[in-house]
Structure formats: structure tokens, C-alpha cells
């Protein structure tokens, strides 16, 4: 099946019935797998329950030097200032202040370094920690830990909210792995509640019942039920929509008291969402925050940025902590690269691959820690510009080190759909990162 003919099922503007029990027959049913028993992982102990992943994207590239990698007093900082954290010299940009009481939960890698300077090209290489090969579609860190761990949840198992351009993508995993799409989860998700009263309802799911077993009466030879699967994906699909879990999609229902600390943005309202679903179970939620591309008014544009994810990415650690989930949730927030060091005539900052910074919390990952430096005097006259940083990190090191805290086994060889043997992640865990 061609991944494009998934793009409709998935998309948040219209989720019809129909494309959903296409999804489900067509995808293997890994989100929508029937269960005799389905227990909530809300309900199991943090050592039987498998780790997850919250990735908070960053789309367009934020800028290193206005977030989390400030050089204040320096040309480069361009009058950017910063703040102290509760980490004794380590400083965030201004604008981050309720993230700045968290550091003690995060840690920084200051000194990421990539060879892609395109958007497409290099949320490619972050997403699944490979560059793009035109003979194959590598999955993202999300699919891989789906692939890899086991769950027994109701709902998608990968969601991406407010998904911007590329979202998530199973890659040669195959399209079940493709992330569930949704818009502004204020917003019920379209199309998974009847339209109809319950015994109405019943009574359709009753007749459709009827007419599959006519349709399947002296064909049962002919059918291949791997392919077919209509029965199958009907009562999965059902399933879904009588589960207790999709409540945790809406965050509305959650009190003032909880919701408002995340903000009144999409964004926050995504973080409290990708709170609440990893907590009943779901393996990785991807929250996009778009809008860093700041080739113009770059002071303005990032400074806008930071309203929304200072308050949500804080929000989403403290939550996590509260509730005991952060030791098993792996929290990732970054884009695709970072913004130069010079600022442009039009007040903008342009790509930079050559040192920018990831921050990672949770799930074994140690916080309160500091990897690399970028140079806080680079020779912005080089006519060739050299990473000017020190213990350089590949992307694929960001990958290596989330796959170790969850217990992966990322130098596992996977078989692709035309029979080639794929590495998971070729990078190298950053041991400094690692809880001992």
C-alpha cells in the first residue's frame, strides 16, 4: 500500500468511519488490536508498564541562542538575554522562566550537529536519526518504540497533535506505524462516537453483521482474511469507540486548575493531552509548536514562540513528576536544526545544522546535566563555516540514548518489506545522560 494512500485516514481535518475501518483492516490492527481483557496502563505499576515518548517539535528550527543555548553580552546574542535556572551557572534565554525551575528535571545537548540544512531534509534526519536515502523510508523514533514494545490499549499507540508538515511516519515499519493524527484537542476527535441512538446504533451494527456473513458464506476459500480482515477491523473499530481511553483526548473535561498552567494554545492544550494518553498506555504522542523559521524579525518571532512552549513544556515535566510518570516517559524537545550565529540584514537568523541543542528529561534520562558547548565568539567572517563546538553529538546519538533508556536494543538488525537487513539506530548512546 502506498503511504500516500493513507494521508486522508490520518489527516485531523475529517476522520470518517469509513477511512477509519480502512486504516484498521489495511494496517494490521497494532492500534486497534481486539483484546479479551484490556487493562489500563493508568492502572499498572511503573515497573510492569513499558516506557514512553513525548516529543515536543519544534518546526522551522528554533534558535539555539533564544532558547536554550543563550550567549548574553556577546555579538552573536544579538541583545538576547538570559536568565538563571535552578542549576547552579547554567542559563536559559529570557522567556523561559517556568522551564528554568524545571532544569533539575532536564538536561541539555548543547552541541548537536547534523549535515542536513534543508526543512524537509533534516526533519527527516531528527525524526528517525538517518539522513533521507531514496531507496528507503527509515522510521521515526516513535514507530520504532511502537515496533518494539508491546501494549494493550484501545486507542492509536502513536499520536501526533497538531501535526505540521511531516509528521511521524512508520517507514518501512509499514503505515500502521504512521502516527494518529488530531488538530487542537480542545476539539472532540470527528467520526468515533455514533451519530445515532445507541439502539439504533446496535441495531446497524447487527445488520452490517448479517450481510458480512452472507458475503462471506461460500467464499471463506476464496477470502484471504490477512488481507480482508473486515470482520476483524469492525469489532476493533468498535471497540475503540466504546473505550474509556479516548477520554483522555479531551482535555476540557481535565480541571482549570490542571489545564490552565499549559496554556491557552493548541500547544499546551497538546502537552496536557500527550500527558493524560501516556498515561493510560499510548507509546509515543508528537506535539508540533510551528512557526520558528525566523529568517525575519527573529528576536520577535522566537520571543512568540516562547509564550507557548515556556509554559507547556514546564507544565508537562511538573505533571509527569507529580503523578510518578516521568521516570517512565522520555520528554525530547528540538527541531531540525538551529539559527545561525549572525544576524541577517532583515533582523532573521537563517538554518544552522553546525550546533544546536536538544533538551531531554525522564525515563532514565539524568537531569540537571549540561552535554557540549557551542563557541560563543564563532568567525562569522569564515567564508566556510566550521562547527565550532565541542563533544559534538550526532542526531543519531539523540536516538541511540532514548532507545537505551527504554530498554531497546537499537543495534537490532530489522528486515525491510524487500528483504534488506536495517540497523535501527547506527548512533552512540551519550553516556553522560544515562541514570547509572
Known amino acids: 500500500m502506498n503511504p500516500s494512500d493513507l494521508s486522508g485516514c490520518g489527516s485531523f481535518s475529517h476522520l470518517n468511519r469509513r477511512t477509519l475501518l480502512k486504516a484498521a483492516g489495511l494496517s494490521g490492527l497494532s492500534w486497534l488490536t481486539p483484546l479479551a481483557e484490556t487493562l489500563s496502563r493508568a492502572s499498572e505499576s511503573t515497573s510492569q508498564r513499558p516506557k514512553s515518548v513525548i516529543v515536543l517539535w519544534m518546526a522551522g528550527g528554533p534558535s539555539q541562542l533564544e532558547t536554550f543555548d543563550p550567549k548574553p553580552g556577546t555579538e552573536i546574542a544579538a541583545g538576547t538575554k538570559a536568565i538563571d535556572t535552578v542549576l547552579p551557572g547554567v542559563q536559559l534565554a529570557a522567556g523561559y522562566p517556568q522551564v528554568a525551575e524545571q532544569m533539575h528535571h532536564i538536561s541539555l545537548v548543547r552541541s548537536v550537529v547534523s549535515k542536513e540544512g534543508d526543512h524537509e531534509r533534516a526533519t527527516y534526519n531528527v525524526k528517525t536519526g538517518f539522513r533521507p536515502d531514496p531507496t528507503l523510508v527509515h522510521p ?106 479516548l477520554k483522555a483526548f479531551n482535555v476540557m473535561d481535565a480541571p482549570a486548575g490542571v489545564r490552565d498552567p499549559f496554556g491557552d494554545t493548541p500547544f499546551g492544550r497538546g502537552c496536557l493531552a500527550a500527558a493524560r494518553l501516556v498515561e493510560v498506555g499510548v507509546r509515543c504522542v508528537e506535539v508540533t509548536l510551528s512557526g520558528w523559521d525566523s529568517h525575519v524579525n527573529n528576536h520577535e518571532t522566537q520571543a512568540a514562540r516562547a509564550e507557548a512552549l515556556d509554559p507547556a513544556f514546564a507544565s508537562l515535566i511538573r505533571y ?31 538554518h544552522w545544522p553546525h550546533g544546536f541543542t536538544v533538551a531531554l528529561a525522564g525515563g532514565g534520562i539524568a537531569g540537571g546535566r549540561v552535554i557540549g558547548e557551542t563557541s560563543p565568539d564563532p568567525d562569522l567572517e569564515a567564508k566556510v563555516k566550521k562547527p565550532e563546538v565541542e563533544d559534538p553529538q550526532e542526531v543519531a ?28 539506530c547506527d548512533g552512540t548512546p551519550i553516556n553522560e545522560l544515562l541514570v547509572s
Open 140 to 245: 521515526s523514533i516513535g514507530s520504532v518504540v511502537c515496533h518494539q514494545q508491546p501494549d494493550n490499549i484501545e486507542i492509536p499507540r502513536h499520536v501526533s497533535i497538531v501535526p505540521g508538515q511531516w509528521p511521524a511516519r512508520g517507514g518501512y515499519l509499514g503505515d500502521q506505524f504512521d502516527a494518529f493524527k488530531i488538530n487542537d484537542p480542545q476539539n472532540e476527535i470527528p467520526d468515533v462516537t455514533a451519530r445515532v441512538p445507541d439502539e439504533r446504533f446496535q441495531r446497524r451494527v447487527a445488520d452490517l453483521d448479517v450481510l458480512e456473513g452472507e458475503f462471506a458464506r461460500g467464499r471463506l476459500q476464496r477470502l484471504d482474511g490477512d488481507k480482508t480482515l473486515h470482520g476483524i477491523a469492525t469489532r476493533a473499530a468498535l471497540k475503540m469507540m466504546a473505550s474509556d481511553q
Open 320 to 350: 509527569l513528576h507529580e503523578r510518578d510518570l516521568l521516570d517512565q516517559t522520555v520528554v525530547i524537545c528540538g527541531g531540525e536544526f538551529g539559527r545561525t550565529p549572525s544576524v541577517n540584514p532583515a533582523g532573521g537568523r537563517d
Open 397 to 424: 546519538n539523540i536516538h541511540a540514548t532514548v532507545l537505551e533508556t527504554l530498554g531497546i536494543d537499537f543495534r537490532q538488525e530489522l528486515m525491510t518489506p524487500v528483504g534488506r537487513p536495517m540497523i535501527i
